[in-house]
Nanobody
Framework: QLQASGGGLVQAGGSLRLSCAASGRAFSTYAMGWFRQAPGKEREFVAGISWSGGRGTYYADSVKGRFTISRDNAKNTVYLQMNGLKPEDAAVYYC???????????????WGQGTQVTVSS
């Protein structure tokens, strides 16, 4: 089970850090990803981190250089640091698991409930 938090209202150019806490002992064996869905749009991949962390991080082109994904396996938590937020980043952000012992997010699963990010211009 995944629980996302940290969303809120921020001005354009501001920052937020999202957290996704996982229950269960298998967290460290899964790739973890962040996705978002804006009103009227399909859910899209934002960032992902492989099960082993380290250099295995992946970003959508739209957020590269502004967002950073990380994980703390001791805390069963994955983070998304979002800097330089733009109005087009506004969406509900979800975390999900990717492949076990891998780095693919083609079949995300175990979706958290989402956290709203609003960016004012």
């Amino acid at each position: 089970q995944l629980q996302a938090s940290g969303g809120g209202l921020v001005q354009a150019g501001g920052s937020l850090r999202l957290s996704c806490a996982a229950s269960g002992r298998a967290f460290s064996t899964y790739a973890m990803g962040w996705f978002r869905q804006a009103p009227g749009k399909e859910r899209e991949f934002v960032a992902g981190i492989s099960w082993s962390g380290g250099r295995g991080t992946y970003y959508a082109d739209s957020v590269k250089g502004r967002f950073t994904i990380s994980r703390d396996n001791a805390k069963n938590t994955v983070y998304l640091q979002m800097n330089g937020l733009k109005p087009e980043d506004a969406a509900v952000y979800y975390c999900a698991t990717g492949d076990r012992y891998g780095s693919s997010f083609e079949r995300p699963a175990n979706w958290g409930q989402g956290t709203q990010v609003t960016v004012s211009s």
